[in-house]
């Protein structure tokens, strides 16, 4: 065996060691256990129609704001952007629509999670670069997930667009 893997396997025994959660060490961002329990309850108990998260310190993701089950889709885009134009945030989505079957007269509720990256274009680059590396960690950690938005501008979060690329995953 050579000295390198010897390392490696060593260095890995380390961290399991002290606890540390492997599946964040690309950027070394963890989730927050609040995090995972609040996306639970959007998933399973429809609690909540949307949840906001935000990295702070540069070492955890945390909850930043929670909508309502009642809460409209443009609630949910003011308070994506109520950090200002240079912030990024995380944001999962529980979206509500109508679809018609093929050949079907009537139309079925279809809800979909969505979990969006939101980085606006005016953003620094050491935010855009910590939030990208980071967004693996959190498609890990959220489990039921139909879809993965990375949006920058406010075009491409928009009801229209995010409801078009959830329908392709439809079938008809």
Not at 3 to 22: A, E, L, P, Q
């Amino acid at each position: 065996m050579c000295r390198v893997t010897k390392y490696f396997r060593r260095s890995k025994r380390i961290i399991k060691r002290r606890g540390i959660n492997c599946s964040n060490m690309a950027s070394g961002i963890e989730v927050a256990l609040e995090c995972k329990n609040i996306f639970e309850q959007i998933r399973r108990m429809k609690q909540y129609r949307y949840v906001i998260f935000v990295i702070k310190q540069e070492r955890e993701i945390t909850v930043e704001v929670i909508g309502e089950r009642d809460a409209a889709y443009d609630n949910f885009l003011d308070d994506l952007r109520k950090g200002g134009p240079q912030e990024c945030r995380y944001a999962v989505f529980d979206y509500a629509y109508h679809h018609q079957c093929q050949g079907a007269s009537s139309t079925c509720l279809k809800e979909k999670l969505f979990l969006m990256l939101w980085c606006p274009m005016q953003a620094k680059i050491k935010d855009k670069m910590l939030y990208s590396s980071s967004f693996a960690a959190l498609k890990k950690e959220f489990n039921g997930v139909q879809k993965y938005i990375q949006a920058t501008e406010l075009e491409e979060a928009c009801r229209e667009c995010v409801e078009e690329q959830l329908r392709v995953l439809d079938r008809d």
